[in-house]
């Protein structure tokens, strides 16, 4: 389920480059992604310190390499306002 959504918005994000109406869209998707992805990071990190010592799995670290990316790129657009449409 999790891929699919992602590849939605991906989908989504870059058709808000060619579709003008749908930058809002793109960027309140990109937020949530940024945010989501930051939240899974520092669980994934605490979820390391389970047993006393930290300690991931190579296939936990290469995940969390990828949260980590998706939160840099996603975070970044906390920075950009919303204009409101005129009417």
Not at 62 to 78: E, Q, R, S
Request: aromatic share 10%; proline share 3%; no cysteine.
């Amino acid at each position: 389920m999790w891929p699919v959504a992602l590849i939605i918005a991906s989908i989504l994000m870059i058709a808000s480059v060619f579709i003008k109406a749908l930058d809002s869209v793109a960027i309140i998707v990109a937020r949530i992604i940024g945010g989501l992805s930051l939240a899974g990071l520092l669980l994934g990190i605490l979820a390391g310190f389970i047993g006393g010592a930290f300690h991931l799995s190579e296939s936990n670290q290469i995940v969390l390499v990828g949260l980590f990316v998706m939160a840099l790129l996603g975070l970044p657009f906390f920075a950009f306002r919303i204009e409101p449409k005129d009417a």
